[in-house]
């Protein structure tokens, strides 16, 4: 089993698969990356209207056999750089057509939170459904793919396209310098070169 070690910081639990249920109106994917569905629009982080056929609102609709699968099994990718098995994980599933989303594991916060949430330090690490992964074997996720129900070939629509990777920890955002209160004047600047005496001013003596 090919895997990459990552350096981890804490310890913690294994996470269950998330899937779309039917009444879900938004899809909400929090500080962590962790998604979750709701009825009601968030008000204290962003979401993305899901359609009455389980996908995000704006995205390629899917067939329906493969919609039904994505909702019952979605699929999690936790990847690094220069990982070959990781490479090898992402391309087995872009063969098939699987739709999965894709979580960089390459700072210390990104390996405390996959250990956190799937209890390893090691990648590739890949979640169907409930069911976790560690490691890339290509038989193992071959044979879990095939009892997911996801099709040997790719059934996906020419125009679709896999969603970026993006860093499994929140990237903070940079900081920026406050702007001044309006009506405020900025500080005085004061000339340093030296000044000319002035009437009968003793010599040195500059104002």
């Known amino acids: 089993m090919n895997r990459v070690v990552v350096s981890a910081l804490v310890s913690g639990l294994l996470c269950a698969g998330v899937s779309s249920p039917a ?10 990356g962790r998604v979750t569905y709701t ?8 979401s993305q209207a899901v359609k009455s056929s389980g996908t995000a609102a704006g995205s390629v609709p899917l067939p329906y056999t493969l ?8 699929v999690t990718l ?4 220069a990982c070959s098995a990781c490479d090898a994980g992402r391309a ?7 739709p999965f989303t894709e979580k960089t594991v390459t700072t210390s916060d990104d390996a405390r939170i996959l250990q956190s949430r799937e209890g390893t330090n090691q990648v590739p690490v890949v979640r169907i459904g409930s069911k976790q992964i560690a490691g890339y074997e290509q038989g193992e996720w071959t044979s879990y793919l095939d ?3 996801y099709p040997s070939e790719s059934a996906l629509p020419p125009t679709y396209r896999h969603p970026a990777a993006t860093p499994l920890a929140p990237v903070a955002a940079p900081k920026s ?3 001044p209160e309006a009506g405020t004047l900025p500080p005085p ?18 104002f």
């Open 23 to 32: 009444w879900a109106q938004y899809k909400v994917v929090g500080p962590d």
């Open 39 to 46: 009825d009601r629009p968030p008000v204290d982080r962003p």
């Open 67 to 74: 919609r039904n699968v994505v909702a019952r099994y979605p």
């Open 78 to 81: 936790y990847t690094s750089t």
């Open 92 to 98: 087995l599933l872009k063969a098939r057509g699987v």
């Open 147 to 149: 009892a997911a129900g």
């Open 177 to 179: 310098e406050p702007e």
């Open 189 to 206: 600047q004061f000339n340093s070169a030296p000044g000319n005496p002035a009437g009968n001013a003793p010599p040195g003596f500059r």
